[in-house]
């Protein structure tokens, strides 16, 4: 039963990600502009990291979405959603007035527009998947399956097999 809905997990987490990156991809001013918005950072590194964090999603996306390196993809997600929690939580207590910027778009928003409350609830959603994943990253059809050893049996199987040949 398990191995279903953490194949589902991982698939979802998979989606997350590329729809986040693939968008963000295709809109590298948007990107600049909602990275630039946290005002966390250095202006001169703000590009950079509007370059790479698409990049990165997109590769966790499809790391996830074949099933490699999951348990890795995972913690990588954790800890990305982590960094976003904490940007968007330093934003709010800071009265940043912006939109995050999670699914392309972002950057300065007009005062009362922000949903950081929402946002939060959804990354810690987000990351609730990649912990599923960490503590149990084995899931139906996946590379990580076809890579893996075959699960040395029990000595009770053993035996039941055995009986099962010589009966």
Same mark, same amino acid.
């Not at 589902?8 to 987490?13: F, I, N």
């Not at 940007?87 to 709010?92: E, R, T």
């Not at 939060?120 to 990351?127: Q, S």
């Given at each position: 039963m398990l191995d279903p809905v953490g194949t589902?997990?991982?698939? &979802? $987490?998979?989606a997350i990600w590329l729809v986040s990156g693939t968008l963000k991809l295709f809109d590298?001013?948007?990107t600049v502009v909602a990275v630039g918005a946290y005002d966390v950072m250095p202006d001169r590194v703000v590009p950079v990291v509007a370059s790479v964090l698409p990049l990165l999603e997109i590769a966790l996306g499809v790391l996830l979405l074949v099933g490699a390196g999951t348990r890795a993809a995972a913690v990588v997600s954790a800890v990305l959603q982590i960094v976003f929690i904490g940007?968007?939580?330093?934003?709010?207590i800071r009265g940043l007035s912006i939109d995050c910027g999670c699914f392309g778009g972002g950057g300065p928003v007009a005062p009362g527009e922000t949903e950081y409350g929402l946002e939060? &609830?959804?990354?810690?959603?987000? $990351?609730a998947l990649a912990g599923w994943?960490?503590?149990r990253p084995r899931t139906l059809v996946s590379l990580d399956a076809l890579w893996a050893p075959a699960a040395p049996r029990d000595d009770a199987q053993r035996e039941r097999n055995d009986m099962e040949r010589v009966g």
């Open positions: 589902l997990v991982r698939l &979802v $987490l998979a590298r001013f948007g940007g968007l939580a330093q934003a709010w939060l &609830v959804r990354d810690l959603g987000f $990351l994943m960490i503590v």
